[in-house]
């Protein structure tokens, strides 16, 4: 069974920067395309990014592209979110979604102040 943790989360002042990371266990890291999602409270669950099997394409939102960064480290099993220039509109819980097994994270808590 694939499991995803995510960790990084926090308190940011807009403007700042935080790295999220997704370990996933269970199924064999590289076989996968894997993304990020997000949902602020009230809102639905949207798309910020994802990053294919191979690791040679990524895709963004409109909303985070230029800001965000997505890779991954099949050695480590990992996939990274590399936020950047955060703002207060970015403040949501973040999820990472592995697309193949159709398997959620738990989420970690982004919130960002102006």
């Given amino acids: 069974q694939v499991q995803l943790v995510e960790s990084g989360g926090g308190l940011v002042q807009a403007g700042g920067s935080l790295r999220l990371s997704c370990a996933i266990s269970g199924g064999t890291f590289s076989d996968y395309a894997k993304g990020w ?3 602020a409270p009230g809102k ?3 798309f910020v990014a994802a990053i294919s099997s ?3 394409t990524t895709t ?3 909303s985070v592209k ?3 960064a997505v890779s991954g480290d ?3 099993n990992t996939v990274y979110l590399q936020m950047d220039r955060l703002k207060p509109e970015d403040t949501a819980s973040y999820s990472c ?3 193949a097994t159709k398997s959620w994270g738990q989420g970690t808590q982004v919130t960002v102040y102006s």
């Fill in 66 to 68: 230029g800001r965000f």
């Fill in 54 to 56: 191979s690791g040679a």
């Fill in 44 to 46: 639905e669950r949207e």
């Fill in 37 to 39: 999602f997000r949902q």
């Fill in 74 to 76: 099949n050695a480590k």
């Fill in 97 to 99: 979604y592995q697309f």
């Fill in 60 to 62: 963004y939102a409109n």
